[in-house]
């Protein structure tokens, strides 16, 4: 009993001396730093632009930071100031530490180019008055940027001003422009808008469009036939055999290339032998690529599909005329959404009012999907789509004459509802031809 109590005793003294210590060491405890509040940890912000990153710490006092980009420290402040200088995908890492620790935040920053946040709209200009331009809508100011290429290239332009820029596409992470009427073939890099190459203006050039086969070549429609283009040296290597008179739209799905001819209908050539394997007489309109590669064309009054891994050809009664644009070219106005595609009911000499969106029913071709109200008339392509945003471009001038061509319109439209989503009115006599899109 004696050694019972003793123990008891013993046990409660070293408790108590447990007990001392213990607050002594709390007295001597730093906790590591403390995150408070939620976090922004995903950005986005284009080129030239700054990105100012902080954390909310419960309590500053005597901690240390260390800021780093992709593993290599930027910064100790306890903000660090983002600027980066190429366009892509950054880790930002704040580590804050103190004698109890650390923590660390990893914030995940999209660097766009200085346009790759929006799309490009290229403006064929006013015959004789001046060239043509390109201008940039860009998805966070929900504004156009006008005539971005020169003020990119002070020391380039577009001219002659008898020209008229017609086209544009990006492949392989660059932006071709191509003119009409004795102008240039232009290569600028996709993002920046630097000029890279070309093909220099001069008489008897009459480019259409161009569809890139590969790193190394393409093909460039004109008013004389295809030509095969070497994309290193933008030097011309001969045409397609067979193939003569205006070709105007191209587009590459699969192994085979589809160039519309304003003689010979869709011309199919092999990609691999750029040998012509198939025509498609009676087309006049084209084309749209659905997710299922099947090619879309258009002529009569009729819409047909074309099965890019086996060219077999179906036909779908539109119910109206289509018409192409072979009196003063311009690229088609059609376009595909998924596996939806939407076609413009256009007049013989000038754009309509009316957009359908074929579904894959008969049904739907029943109704326009979206009618332009008051004095808008599509112009140009006049219809594309945005994939990134879900959303059908639509490009109108005021029907009429002279002064009417000065009162431009920008639409967009929810591709599923047709809901638009926003309208940019503007002057001046841009005549647009085609909507460009990073893919």
């Known amino acids: 009993m004696k050694n019972q109590f003793f123990s008891k005793q013993l046990l409660a003294i070293a408790s108590l001396m447990m007990l001392i210590v213990s607050c002594n060491n709390d007295d001597d405890f730093t906790a ?18 700054t990105l100012k990153l902080s954390s909310k710490l419960a309590d500053r006092n005597n901690v240390s930071f260390e800021w780093a980009v992709d593993g290599k ?41 200085a346009y790759e946040n929006g799309f490009f709209m290229i403006n064929e200009g006013w015959f004789g008055h001046g060239t043509g331009t390109v201008g ?46 004795g102008g240039p073939v232009v290569v600028t890099d996709a993002y920046s808008l630097k000029e890279e190459k070309r093909i220099p203006a001069q008489g008897g050039n009459d480019w259409r469009a161009i569809v890139g086969i590969d ?45 519309l001819s304003a003689s010979k209908g869709v011309v199919v050539v092999n990609a691999s032998t750029l040998t012509v394997e198939k ?17 879309w064309a258009a002529g009569g009054k009729n819409l047909i599909s074309i099965d890019s891994n086996t060219l077999e050809v179906k036909e779908i009664s539109l119910g109206f005329q289509a018409n192409g644009s072979w009196g003063a070219w311009h690229p088609g106005s059609i376009t595909a959404a998924k596996n939806n595609v939407f076609i413009a009911k256009n007049g013989s000499w000038s754009g309509g009012k009316e957009v359908y969106k074929y ?20 112009y140009g392509a006049g219809i594309g789509y945005d994939h990134k945003k879900n959303v059908l471009i639509v490009n109108t001038v005021n029907e009429g004459f002279g002064t009417n061509f000065a009162i431009n319109n920008l639409y967009l439209f929810n591709a599923d509802s047709g809901a638009k989503t926003g309208t940019v009115s503007f002057s001046g006599y841009y005549f647009p031809a085609v909507s460009v899109f990073h893919q």
Request: hydrophobic share 40%; net charge neutral.
């Open 32 to 49: 590591p730093p403390v995150i408070k509040g939620e976090q922004l940890l995903k950005d986005t912000l284009t080129i030239g632009e």
């Open 73 to 113: 420290v930027v910064g100790s402040d306890s903000t660090y100031v983002f600027k980066p200088e190429t366009r892509g995908d950054f880790k930002v890492v704040m580590t804050a530490k103190n004698g109890g620790g650390q923590v660390s935040l990893t914030y995940d920053v999209h660097t766009f180019g």
């Open 136 to 181: 940039f809508y860009r998805y966070d100011t929900k504004a156009i940027e006008d005539s971005v290429f020169v003020k990119v290239n002070p020391d380039k332009n577009l001219k002659p001003e008898s020209s008229t820029l017609e086209f544009g596409t990006i492949f392989n992470k660059k932006l071709f422009l191509v003119s009409k009427a």
């Open 215 to 259: 790193e190394n070549q393409a093909l460039l429609t004109s008013s004389k036939g295809i030509f095969k283009l070497n994309l290193n040296t933008m030097a011309l290597n001969g045409q397609i055999e067979g193939v003569t008179g205006q070709v105007g739209d191209i587009i590459k799905a699969n192994g085979y290339i589809f160039a």
């Open 279 to 295: 025509t498609i007489p009676g087309m006049v309109l084209g084309f749209a690529v659905t997710d299922d590669k099947k090619v």
């Open 359 to 378: 579904n894959g029913t008969a049904a739907s071709l029943t109704a326009p999907f979206i009618t332009l109200t008051n004095s808008n008339i599509l």
